[in-house]
């Protein structure tokens, strides 16, 4: 079982341009999360996602973020017109219940320049 | 509102036991759990108490109290390894997890 998979490993994007973070879960994993981490802060939740559906977007930035996990192929996080802001580490995680016990992947850094 | 409070840093010596608290204030809760984070890697996941008491896992035990709102990860027989950062997170229902903003423990010789 390969775990989390995420790629990029590491992304600089110019002011203005799109960023596209993928997450491949476990197998077996239904429950999808993604997850912000700034330097020496913790992890804020964005959204969670089942297979073709967006349960949970509460913690999403309402404009330029959008999240889709299609029902085959990884999940995407999508950051539209990056700003300076917007540099962190992306995390995605996986579960098969949902409740407790996540599996991380290796996080995606995104540098906007 | 929700949240997870828990000591920014510790320090500790090689051999000795360190104790991580965390208390919350959430509207919905599910049980508390630990993740472990090293610099430049990703949470893994370390123990979760779904009911009041002690779980222990090898060197490492969690400990929770409902009706305190209060947990803590203890750390035993320390190992410069164990140098990381330790979150403590929630459940709050609808499958959701959040995280308190981590404990540094920084190991010494």
């Known amino acids: 079982n390969a775990g989390v998979m995420q790629n990029p490993r590491h992304l600089v994007r110019r002011r203005g341009q799109e960023a596209r973070l993928r997450c491949s879960p476990m197998?077996?994993?239904?429950?999808v999360y993604w997850y912000r981490q700034l330097p020496e802060e913790g992890l804020k939740f964005m959204v969670y996602?089942?297979?073709?559906?967006?349960?949970?977007e509460s913690g999403m930035p309402k404009e330029r973020f959008s999240a889709e996990f299609p029902k085959e192929g990884p999940s995407i996080l999508r950051i539209q017109q990056v700003v300076r802001g917007d540099s962190a580490a992306y995390f995605c995680?996986?579960?098969?219940?949902?409740?407790?016990?996540?599996?991380f992947g290796s996080g995606t850094r995104l540098t906007v320049v | 509102g929700q949240s997870l409070e828990q000591p920014s840093e510790v320090t500790a010596v090689e051999g000795a036991i360190v104790q991580i608290n965390c208390t919350y204030q959430?509207?919905?809760?599910?049980?508390l759990s630990w993740y472990q984070q090293h610099d430049g890697g990703a949470p893994t996941f370390l123990s979760y108490?779904?009911?009041?008491g002690l779980e222990e896992t090898g060197r490492f035990s969690s400990f929770l109290s409902r009706s305190d709102s209060y947990g803590y990860l203890l750390l035993q027989e320390l190992q410069m390894k164990d140098s990381a950062s330790y979150f403590c997170?929630?459940?709050?229902?609808?499958?959701?997890?959040?995280f308190g903003a981590g404990t540094r423990l920084f190991v010494k010789a």
């Open positions: 197998k077996g994993h239904s429950h």
């Open positions: 108490n779904g009911l009041d």
């Open positions: 959430t509207s919905g809760f599910y049980g």
């Open positions: 995680a996986s579960s098969p219940t949902g409740d407790y016990g996540y599996t």
């Open positions: 996602l089942q297979k073709e559906n967006i349960i949970d």
């Open positions: 997170a929630t459940n709050t229902g609808g499958f959701k997890t959040i």
